[in-house]
């Protein structure tokens, strides 16, 4: 073998075993050897090999961490056994999970050296497939399209600085590991991130949670306790759902923003808290500032930088990217005999709306991992159907609609619901304008705009 690539055999070596780790290594190969599976997994952190081998005995004891190491190992291995045929049911459905093949002793040297070079080709395929498509990420957040890259370079640039960040986006896109990544990347980094959903709060508890109380200050107040605001001092909070704060504590919210100071429930004293605050929500917080539901002046406040994700449906290019990212994630909870996604899968993936965006996708990958009895996942196994894509196709006219609506919203919006200004821009007459607002229901004034996620 000319390229030298790295062996390591893993168990007791004998003396016939010797003589076999001498014949490849005249075969071109480089041999390291881990006369255990812990000194396996210290070689294994240490350094890449094309392949392993490893010398399997009868006790069932191991067969645990042999699974996590052929697992975490990423690349193909074969088994070495004393006997011609297993016999044992355990050892039998090991062999078939885990490895490519097994070779029973005398062992044929000359076989071995050719199962070991096609399981090196292998590695360097899989090895080639993630040099092609690198995978740009940030803070567990991963594309390749230019609306994810301009993400990216959003979050950059907004964590630099220390003013309040609003980063909207559907439910499931990922807008707390947004925030997440603005506090890794800010001056902040080393203090606490500390993340609170408003909308799962009971009514009655979100001033208690965010402010905090002192001992006795209402029934059931048996100690003081430190609000989250506090709890973030000196770092982020990230206030989730933002847009489902009641009207009365939004008062509180804002007051806070504009002092830096925090009273806690039933205390005289004013506390400085320094805190960055990121916001997000999924709802359109316009309409609930037109519909009495949302201050105007916190959502000002809370708005100073924006940072919005895209959904899913709108990032095809990254499902392949986003699904293999969270295999590996999540590669110890799969069942022994997964090794990836079939072109099947991947192809209804791609055309799939993802409602539930990234937190669905990683809900079907996982239940996908577990589920799976075969070595590539099937649409099945995500359920993911033909039957259940039919249900979201378009017709070529819908699309051009579409099309037409979100061309209209984005001229309007760009000239400030100038319906020349407008007009010019997309090259028809302003009675053609008119016309096309009236089939889509679009309104001539800003305060009836339609946002694109619901166009």
């Not at 000194?39 to 890449?48: I, M, N, T």
């Not at 010398?55 to 697992?71: G, M, W």
């Not at 090259?427 to 229901?441: A, C, D, F, I, N």
Request: proline share 4%; with cysteine.
């Amino acid at each position: 073998m000319d390229n030298k690539a790295r062996l390591l055999m893993v168990g007791s070596l004998s003396h016939n075993h010797q003589e076999f780790v001498e014949g490849m290594q005249k075969k071109g190969w480089r041999i390291d050897t881990a006369g255990s599976l812990s000194q396996a997994e210290a070689r294994l952190s240490e350094a890449e090999y094309a392949a392993g081998i490893l010398f399997l005995h009868d006790s069932h004891d191991d067969l645990k961490r042999i699974e996590l190491l052929v697992i975490r190992s990423d690349m193909e291995w074969m088994a070495l056994l004393h006997e011609p045929e297993p016999d044992d049911p355990v050892l039998c459905k090991t062999l078939g999970n885990l490895f490519m093949a097994f070779q029973p002793e005398p062992i044929d040297v000359d076989q071995v050296d050719c199962l070991m070079q096609h399981a090196a080709a292998m590695k360097r395929l899989r090895v080639e497939e993630r040099a092609a498509k690198p995978q740009a990420a940030e803070f567990e957040m991963v594309g390749t399209v230019p609306a994810m890259q301009k993400v990216f370079d959003t979050i950059r640039r907004v964590a630099s600085v220390d003013a309040p960040v609003f980063i909207s986006g559907e439910s499931g896109t990922g807008k707390e590991l947004a925030a997440r990544a603005i506090h890794e990347r800010s001056m902040r980094a080393p203090a606490p991130f500390v993340a609170v959903n408003c909308g799962a709060l009971p009514s009655n508890l979100i001033q208690s949670e965010l402010f905090g109380h002192e001992k006795g200050a209402f029934t059931g107040a048996s100690q003081m306790k430190i609000g989250q605001i506090e709890a973030a001092a000196g770092g982020t909070l990230f206030l989730d759902e933002i847009g489902d704060l009641p009207l009365e504590l939004q008062v509180n919210l804002l007051r806070f923003l504009e002092e830096k100071t925090i009273q806690r429930i039933g205390a005289v004293d004013e506390i400085h808290v320094d805190v960055r605050v990121l916001s997000a929500t999924h709802m359109d917080l316009e309409k609930a500032i037109e519909e009495g539901r949302f201050r105007e002046d916190l959502y000002h406040r809370l708005n100073v930088l924006q940072v919005p994700i895209p959904p899913l449906r709108e990032r095809q290019e990254d499902i392949e990217i986003l699904a293999k990212f969270f295999f590996d994630k999540f590669i110890e909870e799969k069942s022994m005999k997964v090794r990836g996604f079939s072109q099947e899968a991947l192809a209804l993936m791609r055309q799939y709306s993802w409602p539930g965006n990234i937190r669905e996708l990683i809900n079907r990958v996982r239940r996908a991992m577990i589920m799976c009895e075969q070595r590539l996942i099937k649409p099945i196994d995500l359920g993911l159907e033909r039957r259940t894509l039919n249900r979201n196709v378009v017709t070529l006219e819908e699309a051009r609609n579409h099309a037409e609506k979100e061309a209209l919203i984005c001229a309007l919006r760009r000239n400030k619901h100038k319906v020349k200004k407008a007009a010019d821009e997309l090259g028809v007459s302003r009675v053609t304008l008119y016309r096309l607002m009236e089939k889509h229901q679009l309104a001539r004034n800003r305060d009836a705009s339609i946002s694109l996620s619901s166009a």
